[in-house]
């Protein structure tokens, strides 16, 4: 399972050359997509593609999730009937509203991953809609499968009616709250994509702005971003710090058999420690 989150990039599920040339990706996770870059007639043909290519999971260097469709589309359980398996570490669920979707979507998971001796697999929702907004605490803060949460504007301005630009008025509310939110339930928060990929100036501001916000990353949907990414979403000093004082008190702590501890009344526990480990070694290279 994954421990960033800097950069999220979405692969159409459907186009085989694509799903190749994700194996050398540096991305921190590649999504391969089933939803919006999927047309309806292609979705079928997208789950074989996907199928096939998590069999061929030692190949790719980043984490790999799959974006399902959405759970008003009625085509989730399909959707993971034919990728869960063996090498995929989780699944990003579009326009999530509420916890009851995410209810739905677990008990489904459960049998599948019983059924093929899978551990829990990861779940990502992306909030997408004004109920999904309203809801960002309660769903990141669902379970333990859930390690992010992720903010998807287009959906969001088109649910307000608002028309997107680079700067709309419309997300800013949206785009402040959900990392805030994010935070307070234990996890992080990825920003949306930055569409026009000739404007580097305007993604890297974007990016900036981002980060200034809360995320701990953001969604792409080419390979030329991921580098401006990681140098944006790079670990400043103050999580640098954090994180030698993290693996510090919990080693400290699992030498006297305690486990779980708590610096300045914050809990830490094994992937608290596990993240912190994560993010020195990265600082490293």
Same mark, same amino acid.
């Given at each position: 399972?994954?421990?960033?989150?800097?950069?999220?990039?979405?692969?159409?599920?459907?186009?085989?050359?694509?799903?190749?040339?994700?194996?050398?990706?540096?991305?921190?996770?590649?999504?391969?997509?089933?939803?919006?870059?999927?047309?309806?007639?292609?979705?079928?043909?997208?789950?074989?593609?996907?199928?096939?290519?998590?069999?061929?999971?030692?190949?790719?260097?980043?984490?790999?999730?799959?974006?399902?469709?959405?759970?008003?589309?009625?085509?989730?359980?399909?959707?993971?009937?034919?990728?869960?398996?063996?090498?995929?570490?989780?699944?990003?669920?579009?326009?999530?509203?509420?916890?009851?979707?995410?209810?739905?979507?677990?008990?489904?998971?459960?049998?599948?991953?019983?059924?093929?001796?899978?551990?829990?697999?990861?779940?990502?929702?992306?909030?997408?809609?004004?109920?999904?907004?309203?809801?960002?605490?309660?769903?990141?803060?669902?379970?333990?499968?859930?390690?992010?949460?992720?903010?998807?504007?287009?959906?969001?301005?088109?649910?307000?009616?608002?028309?997107?630009?680079?700067?709309?008025?419309?997300?800013?509310?949206?785009?402040?709250?959900?990392?805030?939110?994010?935070?307070?339930?234990?996890?992080?928060?990825?920003?949306?994509?930055?569409?026009?990929?000739?404007?580097?100036?305007?993604?890297?501001?974007?990016?900036? +702005?981002?980060?200034?916000?809360?995320?701990?990353?953001?969604?792409?949907?080419?390979?030329?971003?991921?580098?401006?990414?990681?140098?944006?979403?790079?670990?400043?000093?103050?999580?640098?710090?954090?994180?030698?004082?993290?693996?510090?008190?919990?080693?400290?702590?699992?030498?006297?058999?305690?486990?779980? +501890?708590?610096?300045?009344?914050?809990?830490?526990?094994?992937?608290?420690?596990?993240?912190?480990?994560?993010?020195?070694?990265?600082?490293?290279?």
């Amino acid at each position: 399972m994954t421990q960033f989150f800097r950069s999220l990039i979405f692969v159409p599920g459907n186009n085989s050359r694509f799903l190749e040339k994700a194996k050398k990706l540096q991305a921190d996770i590649v999504c391969f997509d089933l939803e919006d870059s999927v047309p309806d007639i292609e979705k079928t043909n997208a789950r074989k593609l996907i199928k096939n290519a998590l069999k061929s999971r030692k190949l790719y260097k980043s984490s790999i999730f799959v974006r399902t469709n959405s759970p008003t589309s009625g085509k989730i359980p399909h959707d993971l009937k034919e990728v869960i398996q063996k090498g995929i570490d989780g699944i990003v669920i579009p326009k999530v509203n509420n916890v009851q979707e995410l209810q739905k979507i677990v008990k489904i998971l459960s049998v599948l991953e019983k059924k093929q001796k899978l551990k829990p697999i990861q779940i990502i929702p992306s909030i997408e809609s004004a109920e999904g907004v309203v809801n960002t605490y309660n769903i990141a803060s669902f379970g333990k499968r859930i390690p992010a949460v992720i903010f998807g504007v287009f959906d969001l301005l088109n649910d307000l009616g608002v028309e997107y630009t680079k700067e709309s008025e419309g997300e800013k509310y949206s785009r402040g709250k959900i990392p805030v939110d994010a935070h307070a339930a234990g996890i992080v928060a990825i920003d949306a994509i930055w569409q026009d990929l000739k404007d580097s100036k305007g993604f890297e501001k974007d990016c900036k +702005t981002g980060r200034n916000l809360g995320y701990s990353g953001k969604s792409i949907i080419h390979p030329d971003q991921i580098s401006i990414v990681h140098k944006s979403f790079s670990p400043n000093k103050s999580e640098i710090l954090w994180a030698e004082k993290v693996c510090k008190v919990y080693s400290e702590s699992t030498k006297k058999g305690k486990g779980a +501890t708590t610096i300045d009344g914050k809990m830490i526990d094994e992937v608290h420690f596990k993240q912190a480990q994560a993010l020195l070694e990265l600082v490293k290279k």
